[in-house]
């Protein structure tokens, strides 16, 4: 089985990151533990080969110590083992996606449009990848699959927070039926302590607010990564230069977002609305 490439350069970037801390240099950290520059700078890339012992020793020489080392030398050794996202059928652009929210420990998202894959229901997924016209059904069903699985990752530790538009919570997707079980699903999941569902309003100040939906996953051992959602599919920016600017967009939200509390009873307004409104299609329709 092939290493997770999406793992491997988070580690590669940890290690780099403990060098650095070290006050070392890639030759003088190469030189230390007696190996050619090419292979640490190989290993810094993500590029391996990974071994714990000689790993061990790398940190050894960082003086790396504790909690961080432990972790470090788990990603190591974990590093053979296959995730169910590399089952046949899901895209790497996909597994990607999945491997890093399976490491994250922080996920905030802005979804001004729809509401995003972690939250969606069975219905309300199956219509949003419908969108897309140059899928078959097999296609469909695969890609719903994937986006249900990822959604366990909620029923963890991950500390997960979104920003939602209102034109997220309104946007038929499907039927006015599914809408309104998409939104009782989002008073429930929002229950959980580790989810926070916040509004942002269409006359919040917020310039960030007109970019599309994006997301930033925060880890322990490295540098946040941002998935950012276009036409074309998905791009992961990792650099502090990119991430930077998506972290600003982040706080300009939080800045102006309803509370928890206000989002809740206008996510809970909408809801009796839509249900209100399929009632009289559906009496219109006798």
Do not use: C
């Amino acid at each position: 089985m092939a290493k997770s490439k999406v793992k491997a350069k988070r580690l590669g970037a940890a290690l780099r990151q403990s060098r650095e801390s070290a006050g070392l240099s890639l030759r003088d950290a190469a030189k230390g533990v007696g190996w050619d520059f090419n292979r640490l700078h190989r290993i810094e890339k993500g590029q391996g080969p990974y071994n714990p012992e000689e790993i061990s020793g790398l940190l050894g020489l960082y003086r790396v110590t504790g909690d961080r080392r432990d972790r470090i030398l788990a990603t190591v050794r974990s590093l053979d083992e296959p995730g169910w996202w590399e089952l046949a059928g899901v895209t790497k652009t996909m597994g990607a996606l999945a491997d890093y929210e399976n490491d994250a420990q922080k996920i905030t998202q802005w979804a001004p449009m729809l509401i995003p894959g972690l939250l969606q229901t069975m219905d309300y997924a199956r219509a949003a990848i419908q969108f897309d016209p140059n899928l078959d059904a097999a296609s469909v069903e695969a890609r719903l699959t994937v986006r249900v699985r990822r959604q366990q990752i909620l029923k963890g530790d991950v500390e997960y927070r979104v920003f939602l538009g209102l034109t997220a919570l309104k946007a038929t997707v499907g039927s006015r039926e599914i809408l309104a079980r998409q939104l009782a699903a989002l008073l429930n999941i929002g229950q959980q302590d580790n989810i926070t569902l916040r509004v942002v309003l269409p006359e919040a100040d917020a310039r960030g607010a007109l970019l599309g939906p994006f997301s930033v996953l925060e880890f322990d051992e490295w540098q946040p990564v941002v998935d950012v959602e276009n036409l074309r599919g998905t791009v992961f920016l990792d650099t502090e230069e990119h991430t930077g600017i998506y972290l600003g967009v982040l706080s300009q939200l939080n800045a102006v977002a309803l509370g928890e509390t206000e989002s809740m009873r206008l996510i809970e307004r909408l809801k009796e609305e839509v249900e209100g409104s399929a009632d009289e299609q559906r009496v219109a329709q006798v």
